[in-house]
């Protein structure tokens, strides 16, 4: 790594030498030759130099602009794309924030948080199935058959969402959480929140494998903050589209949606590492960041989240995802 | 099924100019085979994306794709230039050259040796499904507009482009050209090896053709729309502000019955012009308009003749920035371009300067100060003209294509415009190729088809118009 990086300042620290070096061969001509030979090489010892000095403005500039970057929130990937990096200390100063910041760390601490922020408690998952099953019995005794459907769907819906969480898993079980989730919200707004999955059953992304809790958050946040907040409700709709390289799943609901300078400011708020502060969590929060970073971290930063909305019309989420992360199709 | 390409993809795209922000976040893709249109609200970006798909700068946030690879970054460009063809009013094909030479010797790798009778067979095949035939060695500029548009989008095809650009084909193609065109564009487009980005400032020439619909506010993304969500009452929302806008503009003005103050005649029409009165004159096939625009602006002989009765009328070319506007000239100078034929002395006395400066400070803002107008923005510039309209105080004002270019939000100020004038007493005359937003001004319709009146219509039947193929809305 330091060796590529350092390839430019060695051509800038070559040509530096190689115009002394010629200074001094103009020098001695000038003493045991003559005055035209010397001119000649004093211009080609002055166009190095001149090459030398806009090779090192050059890159130097484009250092001061990466860490920029990198302190406006960029993540890492600014200082990995520096080549000159001014000195071997501050070269091993950036490999050193590398090395402690690795991706699978970062990856790790995101699935924690995903986790986390599914369930906001740590429950004992045994304690809470049973708990929910010994609600079911008792409902289905009673003649409570809505209860009894609602535990049995929030049991279901803990079950995906505690279990494995590390590893990938089909769209078509995704999109059953997501229905899972959708009946449970369906309790709380009846007929003012409805979901159309336009996706059919013989599609072949359904067996196309993705990182676990993807789709939830989105539902989730396009329930709160699109449908929730209008009086008729509305729906959701979730859609798929692929090409050859790459899936791109559509999560569109026709709430309230937002202004101009607000969806600006999620879309912005998704490609910025910068640490979360608190308080974030409204449109866009932690859970949808969190997302678009585990598709990042996982699949590259051409990926993951974009958001396109109008008030009074809607929101839509563009999920885009590599189709050959998928070994399903 | 062979599975389609992403050409062409925006990915939290930010781009800054002169220190502002001109494209905000904008994330979109299109793939092969896909006609996506581009609606603008207010104009901002369009330019700078245009010019970002066909060559790649260094950005100030996010990444953009280009046949799934990444052409330029934040972190830096990948590669220089996308091969992307331009379809618009003005012409991409080397004039001196014929059109053999225009599709088959500029395209790289090109074979040294010409073989005539091989290029006529390759023509022949390339136009055969469109309906039309080509020797290949007319020029450019013997060709219509249908014609050269359907030699641009082969050249297009022939030169491998994959990404070609549909820039406001209303605008320069009549209603029936229009029609085939797109018939063309859709057949390419059915074949995937090309994909279409398709800007226009109508909602409903875009739903009839295209698969995606992105709508442009702020400089982002703000709205992208697939078929099956395409609904007037969606842009109805989206333009809210531009409807809200309108009701507060002045609909038609005269009834027929106003003052007869001229007429405007030809070989085989003469039509009265009436004071106060807006008359739009649609030409179906684009032969009338050259014509009537050049007797209007005096600039050739022509058998159209216009004779008002004690005045004078102005005209304004389509996109007149770079026609009427003196760069080098003061805000004001330019403003009193004509003052001086009606007001002696105008230019000795400064207190005449002074007063305007002071009137107009209060209607257009401290840009009445302004040294060179070069740094006013398209939107201070069509302003500039219409207020100087307002000032020389014609009989008639014939303008060409007015909406042609602009955004929805500059449409509003530009009807705004049109209507203050009308309400000052004077005509307006639009020849209009497309109606755009004309009607909502208008007082009178007349189609002309090859120099012929076809049809006139009054405001209660406006809506007729419809039955000719014409987007009316």
């Known amino acids: 790594m330091v060796e590529h990086r350092v390839t430019l300042f060695r051509i800038g620290a070559f040509l530096l030498f190689f115009s002394i070096a010629l200074l001094f061969a103009a020098a001695f001509c000038f003493l045991a030759v003559g005055e035209y030979l010397f001119f000649w090489i004093f211009i080609l010892c002055a166009g190095c ?43 091993a100063l950036f490999e050193n924030m590398e090395r402690d910041n690795p991706s699978d760390k970062l ?105 676990k809790l993807i789709l939830q958050p989105i539902v989730e946040n396009a329930i709160i903050h699109g449908l929730e907040e209008k009086v008729k409700g509305g729906t959701i709709t979730i859609s798929a589209r692929y090409t050859a390289k790459i899936l791109s799943i559509f999560i569109t609901d026709d709430g309230v949606g937002m202004d101009s300078d607000e969806l600006v400011a999620i879309n912005r708020r998704l490609n910025d590492h910068s640490p979360r502060k608190e308080g974030e969590g409204k449109k866009g929060g932690i859970a949808i960041q969190n997302v678009n970073d585990r598709l990042q971290l996982l699949f590259g930063p051409q990926y993951g989240l974009a958001y396109y909305s109008v008030r009074g019309i809607g929101t839509k989420v563009e999920i885009r995802l590599p189709m050959d992360g998928g070994p399903g199709i | 099924m062979r599975i389609r390409r992403e050409v062409v993809a925006f990915r939290h795209v930010t781009l800054n100019e002169n220190g502002e922000t001109i494209l905000n976040e904008v994330s979109f893709s299109i793939a092969e085979g896909e006609i996506v249109g581009l609606v603008p609200l207010d104009g901002q970006g369009v330019e700078t994306l245009f010019s970002l798909l066909s060559h790649n700068r260094l950005l100030d946030r996010g990444r953009m794709y280009v046949d799934e690879e990444e052409a330029c970054s934040y972190l830096g460009v990948q590669k220089l230039q996308n091969n992307v063809a331009v379809i618009e009013s003005r012409s991409h094909l080397v004039p001196a050259l014929d059109i053999a030479d225009n599709l088959f010797s500029l395209k790289r790798n090109s074979p040294y040796v010409v073989n005539r009778k091989l290029e006529r067979s390759q023509i022949y095949s390339l136009f055969f ?123 038609t003005v005269s009834d027929g019955e106003g003052k007869v103050i001229g007429t405007l005649s030809g070989p085989s029409f003469s039509l009265p012009l009436r004071r106060g009165e807006c008359l739009v004159l649609l030409d179906m096939e684009r032969e009338t308009i050259p014509c009537l625009a050049d007797t209007f602006s005096g600039a050739k002989e022509s058998t159209y003749h216009v004779s008002l009765s004690g005045g004078s009328w102005e005209f304004i070319p389509s996109n007149p920035c770079g026609k009427l506007v003196f760069p080098s000239l003061s805000y004001l100078d330019n403003l009193t371009i004509r003052a001086g034929d009606k007001v002696k002395g105008f230019y000795r006395r400064h207190r005449y300067e002074e007063s305007l400066a002071a009137e107009f400070r209060s209607k257009v803002g401290n840009v009445v100060d302004v040294k060179n107008v070069s740094s006013l923005t398209q939107e201070q510039l069509y302003d500039l003209l219409y207020w100087r309209v ?84």
């Not at chain 1, 998952?125 to 005794?141: C, D, G, M, Q, V």
């Not at chain 2, 390419?188 to 800007?199: H, I, K, Q, S």
């Open chain 1, 49 to 91: 130099l001149m090459v030398a000095c806009g090779l090192f403005l050059q890159e130097s500039r484009r250092t001061n602009r990466f860490i920029d970057l990198y302190n406006k929130g960029s993540g890492l990937e600014p200082l990995k794309t520096i080549k000159l990096p001014v000195s071997k200390e501050i070269s």
């Open chain 1, 107 to 211: 990856w790790e601490d995101n699935r924690r948080q995903a986790q986390y922020l599914a369930l906001q408690n740590q429950i004992n998952p045994h304690f809470l199935y049973n708990t929910l099953e010994a609600i079911r019995s008792e409902a289905l005794i009673g003649g409570l058959t809505n209860v009894a459907q609602m535990s049995e769907t929030l049991a279901r819906f803990f079950r995906y969402t505690i279990s494995n969480t590390s590893g990938l898993v089909m769209l078509e079980n995704e999109l059953r959480n997501v229905e899972d989730y959708f009946s449970i919200q369906k309790f709380r707004f009846g007929d003012r929140v409805n979901l159309d999955i336009q996706i059919p059953a013989d599609n072949p992304v359904l067996s196309y494998h993705l990182p």
């Open chain 2, 129 to 251: 499904p469109y309906g039309m035939s080509f020797r290949g060695d007319e020029h450019p500029d013997s060709l219509s507009p249908l014609q050269r548009c359907a030699v641009e989008l082969a050249k297009a095809e022939t030169s491998g482009c994959r990404l070609v650009i549909l820039r406001e084909l209303s605008t320069f193609l009549p209603p029936h050209d229009l029609s085939l065109f797109q018939d063309m564009v859709r057949k390419v487009a059915r074949e995937g090896r090309m994909a279409f980005l398709y800007y226009g400032n109508h909602h409903r020439e875009l739903f009839s053709i295209c698969d995606k619909v992105l709508v442009m506010r702020d400089g982002t993304i703000a709205l992208s729309l697939s078929a099956s969500e395409f609904s007037d009452a969606t842009m109805d929302v989206v333009s809210r502000d531009f409807l809200h806008s309108l009701t507060s503009i002045r609909g």
């Open chain 2, 390 to 473: 307002d000032l020389d105080n014609p009989l008639l004002l014939c303008v060409v294509q007015p909406f042609a270019g602009l955004a929805m939000y500059q449409r509003i100020r530009l009807l705004t415009h049109l209507s203050r004038l009308l309400a000052k007493g004077i005509s307006i005359i639009i020849l209009a190729l497309s109606l755009s937003d004309s009607l909502r001004i208008a007082s009178r319709l007349v189609l002309l088809d090859g120099g012929v009146v076809k049809h006139e219509f009054i405001p209660s039947q406006f809506e007729q118009v419809a039955d000719y193929g014409i987007v009316t809305k």
